[in-house]
């Protein structure tokens, strides 16, 4: 079985701050890991993905995670925030040839000017 | 730019009764999903639909949900006789190849409410 954690439900930071957020996962088999982001009364749009290869993904709007094994971790990180980053974002894991994806609660990214 | 649509964005409807969600996946695609988001808490995967037939489901999926594709353009999901605890977000999926080789295009979600 897999699962996902997501630390903080809310996370605040000031316009042009670090963004990080963190996501732990539990995985059997090799995870292969998403971020996705919603925007109000939007679907769910990937961020990144890490699937194999390169520890460090890069992803749309700035983004970038790392992938650490030994820390069953794969958190998100944006150097700068700008106002347009809020929004809620989720971590997800797949693997062992499954079709679906397991999410973590979401974290609620708000950006203070 | 394509994107997968989700109708109505809001329903509401009586303990018992039935209900058809509808999703219209991007037009190549060849994956389609189910999830749902109850208030408050993550995102869940109902089931994946690939080839005219389910491919996986979740224990969240149990007789009372059923899919179709009724027509090659739209995916429904139908719940028989909802629950108060079906109420949620429910957000329909597609993807060209398998989820692990591509990426997951999502609807904007239906809010199900039971009354």
């Known amino acids: 079985a897999q699962s996902v954690t997501q630390l903080g439900s809310h996370v605040s930071v000031s316009e042009g701050a670090l963004v990080l957020l963190r996501c732990n996962y539990s995985s059997s088999v090799p995870p292969y890991l998403f971020w996705y982001v919603q925007y109000p009364n939007q679907g769910l749009q990937l961020l990144l993905k890490y699937t194999t290869g390169a520890t460090l993904v890069k992803g749309i709007n700035g983004f970038e995670a790392e992938f650490k094994k030994s820390e069953t971790s794969f958190h998100l990180t944006k150097p700068s925030a700008h106002m347009s980053d809020a929004a809620e974002y989720f971590c997800a894991v797949a693997g062992g040839g499954a079709d679906g994806l397991t999410f973590g609660k979401g974290t609620h990214l708000i950006i203070q000017p | 730019e394509p994107e997968v649509t989700q109708t109505p964005s809001h329903q509401v409807t009586q303990m018992g009764q039935e209900v058809i969600l509808r999703c219209v996946p991007i037009?190549?695609?060849?994956?389609f999903y189910w999830y749902r988001q109850i208030l408050g808490q993550k995102v869940e995967f109902l089931v994946s639909?690939?080839?005219?037939?389910?491919?996986?489901k979740s224990e969240i999926f149990d007789d009372q949900f059923s899919v179709e594709r009724p027509d090659g353009s739209n995916f429904t999901l139908k719940i028989r006789s909802t629950k108060l605890e079906d109420s949620a977000m429910y957000f329909c999926a597609s993807s060209p190849d398998r989820l692990l080789n591509t990426e997951a295009f999502f609807g904007q979600g239906t809010r199900l409410t039971v009354v």
């Open positions: 037009s190549n695609h060849l994956y």
């Open positions: 639909f690939y080839n005219n037939e389910i491919s996986e």
